[in-house]
């Protein structure tokens, strides 16, 4: 339903509304009726810094979060919605396609202006527009609780932008994720963001996604990462990122010293660009995470990125699926892993590649070095169906046959491998008991499957999820 439409009182006593003060354009107060207890007082304060204000700090402590809701939809004509009443008081709240509006949106800031309870905002697809997002910003200079806000899709724009530009440079939130997906933020609106997040700290976490930044977009993206300090994860996908624009970026992510994860997926950049990707992966030293998926990249660029991966020391997962690499540009990304004993890799996505027994003989030989690498890819072509049930047959399955025929738990199995005779094993340690075991003989890919089922990610296996896990 959409929140946009006229909700009126029953009767005219229902709510009462303050007239706008003189000394303030915008300043608007809404005032939620008391409990017949509590005597109505007047503000004595003249200035406000937000026209989000309840007029009586004592009679909103006695007022109820759903009752101060249900009188800022009477002041702003919407209809309330119920899912908020019923989950305002949780940590967690999902307004995703609601129809707020602006309006809406506004009756929604005004009850979270010092609700202490949720910490998580979802308001994507609810055409709040800059007005919407202005009553956002103005609330989160009350609300110190809130700290992940989710408004994407919803036409900001570029005075969208400005205004998310200002809450930015007043550092001064306690919002550290904040997604801005599909908002039609343009070159302009690069400019205003990147501005203000050179000198912000507080953003950990920064979803720009299906927006328009194109060559210009990326300069002022490439200048803020060199100096940002405060950005872990940044999602750039589907935007319109070419040469230019992509190779400032990588310059800015050359020095960078903060973001972990970074998401450039399908945005077509091509071969040219990966030489500059090649250089980030042998000067950054801090990120973990890449995402470079559906970016044109053949076996020329995949070429130049193993130039990175030779010497990289600190990512762990890249994603190259959907990029025009066949097995040969695939073999020269695993050699480069293999060459570098520092490597810290455990996932490499060429998952639309298909492979030949001989690559998975030169894959085993990187397994040997870098056990906790994961090579994922589509198939291995030309393989006889016997090896191929032999490689696909689920390990766990077989597992579970042979406890079942020694009245053994699965558990006990793996815990009579582990010379401590205890719940943990370490991943290298784990994976060479279970080579060298003959209880129920396993190959090297079989052996990769029950490491991923029992991996902490801390290095361990944990033979206690299996108590959770079905065979």
Known sequence: MDNDKPLQPETEDEIEIEPVRQSSDKMLYC???PPPTVEKVKPAQENSETDLEIEDDEKFFTTGQKELYLEACKLMGVVPVSYFIRNMEESYVN?????LGPRGTKAIAIALVSNPAVTKLELEDNCIMEEGVLSLVEMLQENYYLQEMNISNNHLGLEGARIISDFFERNS????SLELSGNDFKEDSAALLCQALSTNYRIKKLDLSHNQFSDVGGEHLGQMLAINVGLTSLDLSWNNFHTRGAVALCNGLRGNVT?????????GFGNEVALALGEVLRLNSCLVYLDIGGNDIGNEGASKISKGLESNES???LKLFLNPINMDGAILLILAIKRNPKSRMEELDISNVLVSEQFMKTL??????HPQLDVVFKAVQGLSPKKTIFLLTNPMKLIQSYADQHKITIVDFFKSLNPTGTMKMSVDEFQKVMIEQNKVPLN?????EVIKKLDEKTGMVNFSFLNTMKP
């Open 31 to 33: 005032e939620a009726e």
């Open 95 to 99: 307004l995703n396609h609601h129809g």
């Open 444 to 448: 090297q890919y079989q052996v990769r």
């Open 364 to 369: 085993d030989g990187v397994y040997a070095v």
């Open 259 to 267: 973001l972990t994860k970074l998401d450039l997926s399908m945005n």
């Open 315 to 317: 990512l762990r997962v």
């Open 173 to 176: 939130s306690s919002i550290w």
